[in-house]
């Protein structure tokens, strides 16, 4: 039993670090945001499903709370099926790459 717990922490010591390792790059965000664009990229835009709610512009957020926010759909630890449906399918990569392309961005207003 110690074993396995010992192999645990250390498994979890390494993505850690893994994570940590990871540097979000801007340019190679534009193939990979062609999905948030249809709904984070219209002023004023309110989605549907699962309800009517106002979607936000993420533009101008800081790269970190883009990361969490997605790391968080990915997890389930937000409930958003459209959101966990696209987290899901991102890398952590991909996540940093996306959160460092929309933290560069001019934030817009909502109308």
Do not use: W
């Not at 790059?25 to 249809?38: D, L, R, S, T, V």
């Not at 790269?63 to 987290?87: C, D, T, V, W």
Request: glycine share 10%; aromatic share 8%; with cysteine.
């Amino acid at each position: 039993m110690k074993k396995l717990f010992a192999l645990l922490v250390l498994a979890g010591i390494t993505q850690a670090a893994a994570a940590a390792d990871i540097v979000g790059n801007a340019k190679a965000a534009p193939a990979k945001i062609e999905m948030c664009i249809g709904c984070h990229g219209i002023p004023g835009y309110k989605a549907t499903f699962p309800e009517v709610f106002q979607v936000p512009m993420i533009g101008g957020q800081s790269a970190k709370f883009i990361e969490n926010a997605l790391q968080g759909y990915k997890k389930g630890e937000r409930k958003h099926p459209s959101m966990k449906g696209i987290a899901v399918s991102l890398s952590d990569q991909d996540i940093a790459d996306i959160a460092a392309y929309y933290s560069q961005q001019t934030a817009t207003k909502q109308k």
